[in-house]
């Protein structure tokens, strides 16, 4: 089955560190992933997905498909990346379907 | 176009009631998704349309469980005889039929079952 895994349920940093949520998948073919984030009180959006290469808001994540990864990085937290992080991938069936790790929630103390 | 909209918000039923929760997509998104969100947990997959065809349905979605979109544009998600175990967010979200699976997700509607 098409699944990820994330192992961390909380991650707390101070503000100015490092940042890595991981995530690991299993996947038969090329996977597509994708990192969603929800902040407080807000719905949940698309952060960035692998396929575009991109850096949003600081972050990057690289497809490991030797170790089935694609982690999440930010060189340097900020307080208002404070929120919950979810790894998705397209499901097995109709690949329009997401589905979602149960996310980490990263903690950006001053 | 606000986004993706959904109705009601919250939800207080008492265990035996049925409960409809209502979907609008952006318009020009023709393929709607619903999800189940409960404490601790990533969003679960329930079904997904593509216009007014359901195309897919997790095991998650029990007989209890309908869901329609019958013009192709707004979708409504049936709970039939609620039980305190489906106490949930359920998430609707849509995407446009070109490209990868970019979801845009509604607020949630959130049932608490009594």
């Known amino acids: 089955a098409q699944r990820v895994t994330q192992p961390e349920k909380l991650l707390s940093v101070f503000k100015g560190a490092p940042v890595e949520l991981k995530c690991n998948y299993s996947?038969?073919?090329?996977?597509?992933l994708f990192w969603y984030v929800q902040y407080s009180r807000q719905r949940l959006q698309l952060l960035l997905r692998h396929i575009s290469r991109e850096s949003i808001k600081g972050f990057t994540a690289d497809l490991n498909k030797g170790e089935t990864s694609f982690h999440l990085k930010k060189p340097f937290a900020q307080e208002e990346d404070s929120a919950m992080y979810y790894c998705a991938l397209p499901n097995s069936n109709s690949g329009y379907a997401l589905n979602f790790g149960k996310g980490t929630s990263l903690l950006v103390t001053p | 176009d606000t986004g993706v909209s959904q109705d009601p918000r919250h939800k207080i039923t008492k265990r035996g009631q049925n409960v409809t929760f209502r979907c609008d997509p952006i318009s020009e998104h023709n393929r709607l998704y619903w999800y189940r969100q409960t404490l601790g947990q990533g969003p679960e997959f329930l079904t997904y349309?593509?216009?007014?065809?359901?195309?897919?349905k997790s095991r998650l979605l029990s007989d209890r469980f309908s869901a329609e979109r019958p013009k192709g544009s707004f979708s409504t998600l049936e709970i039939q005889r609620t039980e305190q175990g489906d106490s949930a967010m359920y998430l609707c979200?849509?995407?446009?039929?070109?490209?990868?699976?970019?979801?845009?997700f509604g607020a949630g509607s959130r049932l608490t079952v009594l």
């Open positions: 979200a849509s995407s446009l039929g070109i490209g990868a699976n970019v979801l845009t």
């Open positions: 349309f593509q216009n007014e065809a359901q195309l897919e």
């Open positions: 996947y038969s073919g090329s996977p597509e």
